[in-house]
Each structure stands twice: as structure tokens, then as C-alpha cells.
């Protein structure tokens, strides 16, 4: 039989096809917008404001004298023009609103520029900014690393603090020996840091507070291999690398309690030979 007769015969069914899952989409979209209109009989709700531009951009504004304040759906502070879209939703971008049957190009892989503008929640809503000011300085002496080789995460150090002091504006005291640095460094010569000690305060008697942090030192390969070296780290300059932590302490004391427990801190350090030194800042 002719070849060309199999082409025109899956040419005929590919049409047929393609007219059915457009038969498809039409009438999947149509039975949302009857939906959403609350009957397939009844038209759209004008009362319902919420559909124009500006409400999928969150733009949160004062009710006007206009809108009947007895309607629930008004409360929320919604104020722009209805739009005359039957079954538009405005809270969604074109492209989301697309039947399940629509072909995605290669350059919609992602969201477009104005979908992430659109998707950032309540613009117009400011919130409290954070302050951070310095709140004490820390010094850590350490022991010689001890390697544990590679393992499944990265090159793991282990590093055992035999001590140290600090000071701030709500007390000071010694770092008591014991605590340590499981240390985790990647293929770049980054160190991940995670550390736990404890304070001991010079009051009589004192207290203790526990003490962990955890964060990055980074920087160029070169920089990072003159850290690892305790008699080289003195020669490095802290601003050529970035030693940056979160820290977090508690405290059973009541004499500490309150200015310690559910505090935030961020910290700026150092290398310093056979000792860790750092700023940390509060969070408030």
C-alpha cells in the first residue's frame, strides 16, 4: 500500500486529537468560571472586588466610604474596582489560570520577573526592623585538631577548647575547659563551624551558661590553608576572610536568665594562633 496513505491517516487522527483536548480546555475552563460564579446560571457577583491587578499585587488599602461595611469579604481592606472578567481570577498570573492542557515553552521554565514581583507578600506592610549592637567579645584557646578524614558530609575536624575569657555589658567570666569545635570543612577549603562550651561568671558563686554557635569561615584557598596553620594564623588579616556565626546561650540562673535565654546574637571573629576571638551582636 502507498506510504503516503499512512501519513495522511495519522495526520487525519493527530487533528482529531488535538480538536478534542481543545474541546477539552474549553469546557474544563468553562465549568470553572460557572464555579466560581456560584451557578451556571447566576452571573458573576460585581460585588466582589477582588479580582482586578491590583489585588493580586496584595495592595492592603483603607476601606472606602463607598463599600458596604456589612459585607465580610470587605473586612479584609481590599478597595479596588471590580473587574468585568466573568470567572478572572486576579490573585493568580495568566499563565496559572491556563487549563491543565497547555504546553509550557523553554522560556517559561521559571517565573517571569513581574510573576516574582507579584508574589512578594504584602508590599505595602512594614514591619519592625531589627537593630544589632555589640554585646560582648569572646576568646577561645583551643587544643591541635585532631582529623577524622573524609567522611560522607565533608573533611571533619574535631577540636577541644582548653579554655578562654569574656566580657560584656551584662557580665564576665572565664570559659571553662571541655567544650569543642565539630568542625566540617568542604571542597573549597570552607570551614562550617559548630561549637559547645560553657561560661563560668566571676560572681560568688558563680554561674554557667551554655554556649553554641554555629556558622562559616570562608575566603580565598589560599587564605583559608594559612588559617588551618596556628603558627601562619597570626599573620592573617581578619578582613581578607569572613568568619561570621550565630550564636545562642541559656541559662538556668536567675541572675542571667532574663538577659541571656531567647536572646539572638550574630558574630564577627577571628583566628588568632591557638585561639578563636569574636564579637557578638544583639539582636533586638
Known sequence: MDPSFYRNLTTFHNKEADQAAQTTAQEWQADRMNQSSGSKNVGPDTNWTVYSPDASRGNLRVVEDNVNDSDPRMRVGWAS????????????????????VWSMGDDEATPRATDQVSHYPYPDLSLP??????????????????????T?????????FTGGRWSGSWGSGTVLPGGQDSQLIIGDGSAHLQTNYILQTYDNPPAHIV??????????????AQLA?????????????????????????????DKVNCG????????????????AYRLS
Do not use: C
Open 229 to 257: 596553620d596556628p603558627e601562619m594564623a597570626d599573620k592573617v588579616d581578619p578582613n581578607s576572610y569572613k568568619f561570621r556565626l550565630f550564636i545562642d546561650m541559656e541559662t538556668g540562673d536567675e541572675r542571667y536568665r
Open 152 to 160: 560522607p558530609f565533608g573533611h571533619r575536624n574535631w577540636i577541644s
Open 264 to 279: 539572638m546574637w550574630v558574630g564577627s571573629g577571628m583566628r588568632k594562633g591557638a585561639e578563636v576571638i569574636y564579637d
Open 211 to 224: 554556649v553554641k554557635t554555629h556558622g562559616w569561615r570562608t575566603g580565598p584557598p589560599e587564605i583559608l
Open 81 to 100: 474596582e471590580p473587574s468585568n472578567k466573568i470567572g478572572e481570577m486576579g490573585w493568580m498570573s495568566t499563565r496559572d489560570q491556563q487549563p491543565l
Open 129 to 150: 526592623h531589627p537593630s544589632l549592637h555589640l554585646d560582648f567579645r569572646m576568646a577561645v584557646t583551643l587544643n591541635p585538631r585532631i582529623s577524622l578524614g573524609p
